[in-house]
């Protein structure tokens, strides 16, 4: 069974708010003594001017203007920092969980986003998405700016604050609109950005064979493709930020005026003195205070529409394992009216299949018959749609993580090899085997002879150790071999071995090896050397035997080819 391991955006992004909840109340606890801070210097500075224009003594209070500026560039410096650190952890927590469920999810994340797509939500849009805590501790702030000017206003006068709220509604509607659009032009923005990164990637990796095709430039084209479309993407986001930042602009001098105009009326009848109508006109100033709301509101649309790619991700379900562990036992493998579709195509349609332990299957049919996905069905690299797959008597989703990567190797056609140096890719697995067994395993591999030949050995870097296909394979055959598991799956590990080199190892896995094998075929001598084989076509298991015996079908010869291969 499978799991979603997801939240929807905003709980997505609320939990990245928690995870550095004391830095955000920290900032925002900052943001909002500066915000008081600045509230409190309009006020200060018309006190100084009304003294000084009285003649009166007004050190002490150009002495507190000052110090307000003072501690507003001490607390700006603050926010800064503070808020650098908080970007930073949040950017961090997200890509390591992130990273976490795609490698829990597996090939199923890849096949779904693209490797583009993912390194693009990774990377891009972890770290749009990171700024959304900051930013939600410096909203507060920023609205605390406006409603402390409305409230200063009316201290001043009634009237003052009157004039200004008969235009607050507009503002409010404006900035409703923006967050609206926003969201929306992001997320096509962010999309159209995950295709392109998604053709860079196939294009990366595909690099010798469009250099040996000299097709650059026509690749190119295709990877750049969407580039007019994101260019529209982009000109909608800024236009909606641009219109609705303009439309505010408009208001707010009106406003302005308009509070500015009552102060004067109030002035020349004597109810305020010239410095309150110099604070009135900074308090007017920060109760229109839309260019910090319009970017703070933008930050937020351009957060949640990143979290909302991840979330994607994050909602691809995990696979769950279960409580029970193997039995003693050979390692019989026993697939039981197995299904395994992808897409709307039925792969393996009801397939019965018995692997006595302690024997070599070996599993042939033609190119697209289904046997890596029955390979990869074998060890619960994937689920089947319906059927059961048993080890040893035990349903597979039954057993314990431990005891199922433990008791399940595999060896592929790319291995990966993951580690600082050739001996730590060799160990990599939940229990590291011994540098006896490494060297055993690597000799039965055939590998261990170009192993020794490299600079450090088996020390050597792996980025520092130029090998080929079939050595790379190799290197993968014994890191499955070195882990002694009690079933050992070869999704095409043999194909880029030369033939000698093929039949040795393959002479070695069906007489010296322990536990069950199951391997993929191309050519006859090694199938001829599996105790049995498995005839896949058309999704469903044709015949099993030995290959003697299903050498006398035509059928069965015409997989192989006239050169002995399939």
């Given at each position: 069974m499978t799991r979603a391991d997801a939240a929807p955006p905003a709980a997505l992004l609320n939990s990245a708010t928690r995870h550095s909840g004391a830095r955000c109340v920290a900032l925002c606890l900052m943001s909002t003594a500066s915000t008081g801070a600045g509230l409190l210097l309009p006020a200060a500075l018309g006190r100084t001017l009304d003294l000084l224009l009285a003649h009166s003594p007004a050190t002490r209070w150009v002495l507190y203007c000052a110090g307000i500026v003072l501690l507003l560039a001490l607390l700006d410096a603050g926010e800064t920092v503070l808020g650098g650190t908080v970007d930073a952890r949040t950017t961090a927590w997200l890509r390591r969980r992130l990273t976490g469920h795609v490698l829990a999810v597996g090939p199923r994340a890849a096949a779904r986003f693209g490797p583009g797509d993912l390194v693009a939500r990774l990377v891009g849009n972890a770290a749009q998405a990171g700024t959304a805590p900051a930013a939600r501790a410096a909203l507060l702030a920023a609205l605390a700016g406006p409603v402390g000017g409305v409230v200063a206003l009316g201290l001043i006068d009634p009237w003052l604050a009157a004039v200004f709220l008969a235009g607050g509604p507009l503002l409010a509607l404006l900035l409703r609109v923006l967050s609206r659009d926003t969201t929306r032009c992001v997320a096509d923005y962010q999309q159209v950005q995950g295709r392109i990164a998604g053709a860079l990637a196939e294009a990366v990796a595909g690099h010798r064979t469009i250099e040996a095709a000299g097709t650059a430039d026509k690749e190119t084209a295709r990877i750049l493709r969407p580039l007019p479309e994101l260019s529209r993407a982009g000109h909608r986001m800024w236009r909606v930020q641009g219109r609705a930042a303009a439309q505010a602009s408009a208001v707010a001098p009106l406003l302005q005026l308009g509070v500015l105009a009552v102060?004067?009326?109030?002035?020349?009848?004597?109810?305020?003195?010239?410095?309150?109508?110099?604070?009135?006109?900074?308090?007017?100033?920060?109760?229109?205070?839309?260019?910090?709301?319009?970017?703070?509101?933008?930050?937020?649309?351009?957060?949640?529409?990143?979290?909302?790619?991840?979330?994607?991700?994050?909602?691809?379900?995990?696979?769950?394992?279960?409580?029970?562990?193997?039995?003693?036992?050979?390692?019989?493998?026993?697939?039981?009216?197995?299904?395994?579709?992808?897409?709307?195509?039925?792969?393996?349609?009801?397939?019965?299949?018995?692997?006595?332990?302690?024997?070599?299957?070996?599993?042939?049919?033609?190119?697209?018959?289904?046997?890596?996905l029955l390979a990869a069905l074998a060890g619960r690299l994937a689920e089947p749609d319906a059927g059961g797959i048993l080890l040893d008597g035990v349903p597979l989703r039954e057993l314990t993580h431990k005891d199922l990567r433990g008791s399940v190797g595999y060896a592929f056609e790319r291995p990966a090899l993951l580690g600082t140096t050739i001996e730590d890719a060799l160990t990599l697995g939940l229990r590291p085997p011994s540098p006896a067994r490494i060297r055993e395993a690597t000799r039965l591999a055939h590998a261990d002879d170009f192993v020794r030949r490299l600079p450090k050995g088996y020390a050597t870097a792996c980025a520092d150790a130029p090998r080929s296909g079939g050595e790379s394979q190799r290197l993968g055959l014994a890191r499955a071999f070195a882990h002694d598991g009690r079933l050992l799956i070869l999704d095409d590990a043999l194909s880029s071995l030369d033939t000698v080199t093929e039949a040795q190892i393959a002479e070695s896995l069906t007489r010296g090896a322990a536990g069950t094998r199951l391997l993929i075929a191309h050519r006859a001598a090694t199938a001829a050397r599996a105790d049995a084989v498995a005839w896949l076509d058309g999704g469903r298991v044709r015949a099993v035997g030995t290959h003697a015996e299903l050498w006398r079908l035509a059928g069965y010869r015409a997989v192989f080819g006239d050169g002995g291969r399939a």
């Open positions: 102060a004067g009326l109030l002035l020349t009848r004597h109810r305020l003195s010239v410095g309150e109508v110099l604070a009135a006109s900074r308090y007017a100033v920060l109760a229109t205070g839309v260019g910090v709301l319009v970017g703070q509101f933008a930050s937020l649309a351009r957060a949640r529409a990143a979290a909302g790619r991840l979330d994607e991700v994050l909602s691809e379900p995990t696979m769950t394992y279960g409580h029970r562990q193997l039995p003693p036992g050979p390692g019989r493998l026993e697939l039981r009216g197995v299904t395994a579709r992808r897409g709307d195509r039925t792969v393996l349609d009801g397939v019965d299949l018995v692997v006595p332990g302690g024997t070599t299957l070996a599993l042939v049919g033609r190119s697209g018959t289904g046997k890596s």
